[in-house]
């Protein structure tokens, strides 16, 4: 049949639209690597998510905090990336007790830095799902 290598390229491009709609699914996993990776970085930098630095310590003004990125856990669930602060930290980035508010994991929008992490999780799925579509 003339037209068979028409309907083989028309079936890759349905499985490809297809894949994409799992894209979320698919991206999740990936983001939230990138996402924790970011977020330890800040916490290891003394700074907030969105860039601003910590107070130093009252006591010697030394770097707070020093083991706030051992407290950060990102993980996917379905399309979801949820992100725990565990420990005393969180004491720390609501500033409860008397002590300052130093905020170690994003609250309210989302900064910029974690917005690009969470776009690059999109990469490789997108790239493997348009290259399903594409003949071999």
Not at 23 to 50: C, F, H, T
Not at 54 to 64: C, E, H, I, M, Q
């Amino acid at each position: 049949m003339a037209n068979s290598g028409d309907f083989a390229a028309l079936e890759r491009m349905i499985a490809s639209c297809q894949e994409l709609a799992r894209l979320p699914e698919l991206a999740a996993p990936i983001a939230a690597r990138n996402v924790e990776a970011e977020l330890r970085a800040s916490a290891s930098a003394g700074r907030a998510p969105d860039g601003t630095a910590w107070a130093p310590r009252k006591s010697d003004g030394g770097k707070p905090l020093a083991n706030a990125a051992g407290a950060i856990t990102v993980k996917a669930i379905g399309t979801v990336v949820l992100i725990v602060l565990a420990g005393h930290h969180v004491f720390h980035h609501f500033g409860a007790g008397g002590k300052p508010k130093r905020r170690i994991i994003p609250q309210g929008s989302i900064p910029p830095k974690l917005g690009n992490a969470i776009r690059l999780g999109f990469v490789p799925p997108f790239r493997d799902a348009v290259k399903k579509g594409r003949k071999s």
